[in-house]
């Protein structure tokens, strides 16, 4: 099993829907949570930092974190094309300059004119 | 804030060839730096960890001898990919973190071409 799961996708939705992107993992150890948005031919660009469990909202991006199901989401309102990338989760044990991340494979969303 | 770059974005380069790739913290120094490679619609797969001044710590499969990774100052390490071979083609990304940094931030990334 690995240590972070995620649906690769493909996910296409019509611009304007809420988009639910999620991840799954099996380390109980984890607590910082992550999610990345990597555009084509692109580093990954940190989207969402959340620490243990709960919600964190920014703009249109809400990232939820659900420790005791070993869950995590990000939501995406009123998606718009040019959200259209991959979104990979990545996840940590500890917080600071060391931190090794552990990466979902990444689910490619195209958000449909 | 928080701003990685790399250089070159892309090279192509013949077999046997040695690469440097740079990475640079452009606004916070960056006390530790991250290497990765990262193969079309896969996720990255972490390749070293460096730590300014000191050696760099390989993951388990990633050979030192043909990566060499140096972190000489709190802003720029470098990957040289040596004697590169057809095999080695493939996007490669650093990312850095300093102490005032929450989690660690990309370089654009560098797309290597071994013919």
């Known amino acids: 099993q690995k240590e972070v799961e995620q649906d690769p996708g493909p996910l296409s939705v019509p611009e304007g829907a809420i988009v639910s992107l999620n991840c799954t993992y099996s380390?109980?150890?984890?607590?910082?949570f992550m999610w990345y948005r990597q555009y084509s031919r692109k580093g990954p660009e940190l989207l969402m930092y959340?620490?243990?469990?709960g919600n964190k909202e920014d703009g249109r991006f809400t990232a939820q974190v659900d420790k005791s199901s070993k869950y995590i989401s990000l939501f995406i309102r009123d998606s718009q094309p040019s959200d259209s990338a991959t979104y990979l989760c990545?996840?940590?044990?500890?917080?600071?300059?060391?931190?090794?991340?552990?990466f979902g494979t990444g689910t490619l969303l195209a958000v449909q004119p | 804030g928080a701003v990685v770059s790399q250089h070159p974005s892309r090279v192509i380069c013949k077999s046997g060839t040695s690469v440097k790739i740079e990475c640079r913290s452009l606004d916070f120094q960056a006390t530790t730096m991250f290497w990765y490679r990262q193969f079309p619609k896969k996720s990255l797969m972490l390749m070293a960890t460096?730590?300014?001044?000191?050696?760099?710590?390989?993951e388990q499969g990633v050979e030192k001898d043909k990566f060499l990774i140096n972190h000489a100052s709190l802003t720029l390490s470098t990957l040289t990919v040596t004697s590169a071979h057809p095999e080695d083609s493939s996007f490669y990304i650093c990312?850095?973190?300093?102490?005032?940094?929450?989690?660690?931030?990309f370089g654009p990334g560098t797309r290597l071409l071994v013919l």
């Open positions: 990545a996840m940590s044990a500890g917080g600071g300059a060391t931190n090794k991340l552990i």
């Open positions: 460096s730590n300014e001044g000191s050696k760099a710590t390989y």
């Open positions: 380390n109980s150890a984890f607590q910082y």
């Open positions: 959340t620490y243990s469990s």
């Open positions: 990312s850095a973190n300093g102490q005032y940094q929450e989690t660690q931030y």
